[in-house]
Nanobody
Framework: QVHVVESGGGVVQAGGSLRLSCAASGRTVSSYAMGWFRQAPGKEREFVAT????????VHADSVKGRFTISRDNAKNTVYLQMNNVTLEDTAVYYC?????????????????WGQGTQVTVFS
């Protein structure tokens, strides 16, 4: 069992930065790949980024590539999403999730544990 809790959401001006954190707890957290997804009002949940169990391989969605960076600190059981140069289209609830597929995956059904989400609102 893995429990994940997101934090760090808030209101940010377009062009600004925000860092989301995801604290994970459980006996074998470091063996899980982690991912970030987001869901905007009226839209389906979409993949943002994933990182493998060791943290040496990450994949980002094209929509955030070059602006967002996923990372993890296994000593702290924490995953981060650094968001730079945000745009209005980044407004969404951001979810952290853990997957037993150790290499990381874009596919939401392959994630076993999900957090409750943290709201990010970008204004112009």
């Amino acid at each position: 069992q893995v429990h994940v809790v997101e934090s760090g959401g808030g209101v940010v001006q377009a062009g600004g930065s925000l860092r989301l954190s995801c604290a994970a707890s459980g006996r074998t957290v470091s063996s899980y790949a982690m991912g970030w997804f987001r869901q905007a009002p009226g839209k389906e949940r979409e993949f943002v980024a994933t990182i493998n169990w060791s943290g040496n391989s990450a994949v980002h969605a094209d929509s955030v590539k070059g602006r967002f960076t996923i990372s993890r600190d296994n000593a702290k059981n924490t995953v981060y999403l650094q968001m730079n140069n945000v745009t209005l289209e980044d407004t969404a609830v951001y979810y952290c999730a853990a997957s037993g597929y150790e290499l990381g995956t874009r596919n939401a059904p392959e994630y076993d544990y999900w957090g409750q989400g943290t709201q990010v609102t970008v204004f112009s």
